[in-house]
């Protein structure tokens, strides 16, 4: 049969604003998360990461946060930009089984000048 | 910055061809991988490869795919008997500790 495309959840956020993407993960034994961006046309790009030891980690105008209770994640992005606008992954690494990543199904944000 | 290179950038083949896809990952990267998203959906893992092995693979990994470091600095993904079905784009990826991951830009196979 045909594949029907995946439905992006979509944010849409004036320029200036503060975005939070979530992201609900799968695996308890999941060790590593990333946050991943992607741009149409091009792969995705390392945003930001972190390990199942925290609960937060911060980079340059992100936050990431974790909690594993409810095996949840988020991206917070601070001062959103037009360049921001793009599809945000999420990613979960399920540790001694080869490092691979599953990636959760998007979230589109787009940045309104 | 370092950067995953991967070539071509698009590839169109007949259905039932060969296709090999090109990779050459970071220099001093120990770990990689390739993964694929079909148009509108999410990225999914093909396989992984470290120390001239395949250390992982998915079900999507069958038989009609093989990965290869044939010279030290190149990976490449062989897709035989193309199927309509295999037109997506495919990424390669490395990692210097199975950690940090950088993608490549990705190749775009059309299998008409």
């Known amino acids: 049969g045909e594949s029907v495309g995946l439905h992006l959840p979509t944010l849409s956020v004036q320029e200036g604003d503060n975005s939070i993407i979530n992201c609900a993960y799968s695996?308890?034994?999941?060790?590593?998360f990333i946050w991943y961006k992607q741009e149409s046309g091009k792969g995705p790009q390392f945003i930001i990461d972190?390990?199942?030891?925290?609960d937060k980690r911060q980079g340059q105008r992100v936050t990431v946060l974790l909690n594993k209770t409810v095996k949840h994640l988020s991206l917070q992005i601070a001062a959103t930009q037009p360049g921001d606008s793009a599809v945000y992954f999420c990613?979960?690494?399920?540790?001694?089984?080869?490092?691979?990543?599953?990636f959760g199904g998007g979230t589109r944000l787009m940045v309104k000048p | 910055e370092p950067e995953v290179t991967q070539t071509p950038s698009h590839q169109v083949t007949q259905m039932g061809q060969e296709v090999i896809l090109r990779c050459v990952p970071i220099?001093?990267?120990?770990?990689f991988y390739w993964y694929r998203q079909i148009l509108g959906q999410k990225v999914e893992f093909l396989v992984s490869?470290?120390?001239?092995?395949?250390?992982?693979k998915s079900e999507i990994f069958d038989d009609q795919f093989s990965v290869e470091r044939p010279d030290g600095s190149n990976f490449t993904l062989k897709i035989r008997s193309t199927k309509l079905e295999d037109s997506a784009m495919y990424f390669c990826?490395?990692?210097?500790?199975?950690?940090?991951?950088?993608f490549g830009s990705g190749t775009r196979l059309t299998v008409v």
């Open positions: 490869f470290y120390n001239n092995e395949i250390s992982e």
């Open positions: 990826a490395s990692s210097h500790d199975g950690y940090g991951y950088t």
């Open positions: 972190i390990r199942s030891n925290m």
């Open positions: 695996n308890s034994a999941s060790d590593y």
């Open positions: 990613a979960e690494n399920i540790a001694n089984a080869g490092n691979m990543l599953t």
């Open positions: 220099s001093n990267h120990l770990y």
